[in-house]
């Protein structure tokens, strides 16, 4: 019989001691493992050392079915190493695999690239962990919503023992132990031992079908069994014993009741008239949620149902920052650099935060983590969905690299070839839907930052100007709102922070003196 890993160790310990404590074997030309079995057996025959290894060795817990099997399988095997999925970002609970670059038997060196594996972020490569051999595949590529841990495939030292693994299969972990059935509302305790299940000729409680004729002839009279525990229940809430239970021969037991009066509070919080009916031939598809599309309704609906959120907009005249940005792309428009207003946005984003660092900040729960750099995370909407990749230290880049490194980062981003470290973090972010001939608009703070800008479009307006011959001009006003957290900036910070964000915007030149 197999033994825990605990009750092992004793053992060997017990072992261990009686060959310490030998001294019926002196001579030192015998070998070790000679002197080793002739103490033992010497030992073993001393009714003191049987005491003190009676003492040590615990009797073996029986292992589960699935311990018991596990053990002998693998104890077959030659010597291996299972790769299960890594969670290859924070929030990565599943991934897909997309494609395989290495088939069964192929060498494997450390660092070789295994598989491709679609996280909620993006598509990256697995790299091998060990060298080997591949001996077996268990999750195929094109193989959707893996659990994180789940087995991926069997590396073996040497290419004689890949053969061992040609039917292997994963049984997966231990079964969990059986749930406990549910629980009886809090005013009701439940008894202490379950009534046997009804046998199978006995009419389930849903069952639309009339009762069969092998029911009690006592259910004639009109009379109702329940348990003990029910009809207490009954009494104490003023329910009324009717109809057929869940339990033998159709009695009522205490489950019966909560669910009696739960389905009473349905019945009442119902409207009184049936909902309307689909309007006739409506046609729809139903989309399957990708595991990026499930993380990102994960976040941000906690995001909006955790941080208190609230938002102050503002105004800025562009007029100045679009007659600089038109200077500088002509002036480097030979070495193919085209700068854009959404790039003045992120680096004024930035020396804002430097000004105000309350709002490049992230609620820790005990405290506010406040950042000495500004790295601002960027929404860029792909065909899987929104992605944030980080302009990191971007207080200290100046426009033309910023310009740079947003093209970069987002033609990654809708290819998926994002590395983590390239959108795991940031202190603060942006999203514009200016592009789009939005106005404003209002985004969802990406938790545990504390803020995030809305661009809307620019729009032409017309302003009271004394110096104007007509008393007002045309200018060029774009719409930001900041949505900030109130566990760490309060309004009057919000108002500070745009108010520098607006200075520079107007006067683009002060954001590189």
Same mark, same amino acid.
């Given at each position: 019989?197999?033994?825990?890993?605990?009750?092992?160790?004793n053992?060997?310990?017990?072992?261990r001691? +009686?060959?310490?404590?030998?001294?019926?074997?002196?001579?030192?030309?015998r070998?070790?493992?000679?002197?080793?079995?002739?103490?033992?057996?010497?030992? #073993?025959n001393?009714?003191?050392?049987l005491?003190s290894?009676?003492?040590n060795l615990?009797?073996?817990?029986?292992?589960?079915?699935w311990?018991y099997?596990?053990?002998r399988a693998?104890?077959?095997?030659?010597?291996?190493?299972?790769?299960?999925?890594?969670?290859?970002?924070?929030t990565?609970?599943?991934?897909? %695999?997309?494609?395989?670059e290495?088939?069964?038997g192929?060498?494997l060196?450390?660092?070789?690239?295994?598989?491709?594996i679609?996280?909620d972020?993006?598509?990256?490569g697995f790299e091998t962990?060990e060298?080997?051999? #591949?001996?077996?595949?268990? %999750?195929?590529?094109?193989?959707?919503?893996?659990?994180v841990?789940k087995?991926?495939?069997i590396i073996?030292?040497?290419q004689?023992?890949?053969?061992?693994?040609?039917?292997?299969?994963?049984?997966?972990?231990a079964p969990?132990?059986?749930?406990?059935?549910?629980?009886?509302?809090a &005013?009701a305790?439940?008894?202490?031992?379950a009534p046997?299940?009804?046998?199978?000729a006995?009419?389930a409680p849903?069952?639309?079908?009339p &009762?069969?004729?092998?029911?009690?002839?006592?259910?004639?009279?009109?009379?109702?069994?329940?348990?003990?525990?029910?009809?207490?229940?009954?009494?104490? =809430? =003023?329910?009324?014993?009717? !109809?057929?239970?869940?339990?033998?021969?159709?009695?009522i037991?205490?489950?019966d009741?909560a669910?009696?009066?739960?389905?009473?509070?349905a019945?009442?919080?119902?409207?009184?008239?049936?909902?309307?009916p689909a309007?006739?031939?409506?046609? $729809?598809?139903? %989309?399957?949620?990708?595991?990026?599309?499930?993380?990102?309704?994960?976040?941000?609906?906690?995001?909006?149902?955790q941080?208190?959120?609230? $938002?102050v907009?503002?105004?800025? =005249?562009v007029?100045?920052?679009?007659?600089?940005?038109?200077q500088?792309?002509?002036? $480097?428009?030979?070495?193919?650099?085209r700068?854009? +207003?959404?790039?003045f946005? %992120?680096?004024?984003t930035?020396?804002?935060?430097?000004?105000?660092?309350?709002?490049?900040?992230?609620?820790?729960? =005990?405290?506010?983590?406040?950042?000495?750099?500004?790295?601002v995370?960027?929404a860029?909407?792909?065909d899987?969905g929104?992605i944030t990749?980080?302009v990191?230290?971007?207080d200290?880049?100046g426009?033309?690299e910023?310009?740079?490194?947003v093209?970069?980062?987002?033609?990654?981003?809708?290819?998926n070839?994002?590395?983590p470290q390239e959108?795991?973090?940031g202190?603060?972010?942006?999203s514009?839907l200016?592009?789009? !001939?939005?106005?404003?608009?209002?985004?969802?703070?990406n938790?545990?930052?504390?803020?995030?800008?809305?661009?809307?479009?620019?729009t032409?307006?017309? +302003?009271?100007?004394p110096?104007?011959?007509?008393?007002f001009?045309?200018?060029n006003?774009?719409?930001?709102?900041?949505? &900030?957290?109130?566990r760490?900036?309060?309004?009057a910070?919000?108002?500070?922070?745009l108010q520098?964000?607006?200075? $520079?915007?107007?006067?683009p030149a002060?954001?590189?003196?």
């Open positions: 019989m197999l033994r825990s890993l605990a009750n092992t160790r053992e060997f310990g017990a072992l001691s +009686v060959l310490l404590r030998s001294n019926t074997v002196s001579s030192g030309r070998s070790g493992a000679s002197l080793g079995v002739r103490a033992l057996s010497c030992q #073993l001393n009714s003191r050392n005491h290894i009676r003492s615990t009797p073996p817990k029986p292992l589960t079915a311990s099997n596990f053990a693998y104890a077959s095997l030659p010597e291996h190493m299972r790769v299960p999925l890594p969670a290859l970002s924070p990565m609970e599943r991934g897909s %695999i997309v494609s395989w290495k088939k069964e192929d060498k060196n450390e660092g070789d690239l295994l598989c491709e679609e996280t972020k993006a598509t990256m962990p060298e080997g051999y #591949l001996a077996k595949i268990l %999750i195929p590529g094109g193989t959707k919503d893996v659990p841990g087995l991926l495939c073996v030292p040497d004689g023992s890949v053969a061992a693994f040609k039917d292997f299969k994963d049984d997966g972990p969990a132990a059986a749930a406990p059935p549910p629980a009886a509302p &005013a305790p439940a008894p202490a031992a046997a299940p009804a046998p199978a006995a009419p849903a069952a639309p079908a &009762a069969p004729a092998a029911a009690p002839a006592a259910a004639g009279t009109g009379r109702v069994y329940a348990s003990p525990m029910a009809k207490k229940l009954a009494e104490a =809430q =003023q329910l009324r014993l009717q !109809g057929k239970g869940s339990g033998v021969h159709g009695s037991k205490s489950g009741l669910a009696q009066k739960s389905g009473a509070k019945a009442a919080a119902a409207p009184a008239g049936p909902a309307p309007p006739a031939g409506a046609r $729809y598809q139903d %989309i399957p949620v990708t595991n990026m599309r499930a993380i990102i309704a994960k976040r941000l609906l906690e995001s909006k149902t941080l208190p959120h609230y $938002y907009t503002v105004q800025c =005249q007029d100045k920052l679009m007659k600089f940005r038109a500088v792309n002509k002036k $480097y428009e030979k070495k193919g650099v700068v854009s +207003v959404n790039d946005i %992120i680096k004024a930035a020396i804002a935060s430097l000004k105000v660092p309350e709002a490049n900040s992230a609620w820790m729960g =005990q405290v506010i983590r406040q950042y000495d750099d500004v790295d995370s960027v860029v909407s792909t899987k929104l990749p980080i990191f230290n971007a200290r880049k426009v033309i910023i310009s740079k490194n093209k970069e980062l987002a033609g990654k981003a809708r290819e070839k994002l590395k959108f795991q973090g202190t603060i972010s942006v514009n200016g592009m789009f !001939g939005v106005n404003q608009f209002c985004a969802v703070i938790p545990p930052q504390s803020c995030i800008l809305a661009i809307g479009t620019t032409k307006q017309l +302003v009271a100007d110096d104007s011959p007509k008393g001009k045309e200018v006003l774009l719409t930001v709102t900041l949505s &900030a957290d109130h760490v900036v309060d309004g910070v919000a108002a500070r922070w520098h964000f607006r200075d $520079y915007m107007e006067d002060s954001m590189i003196l």
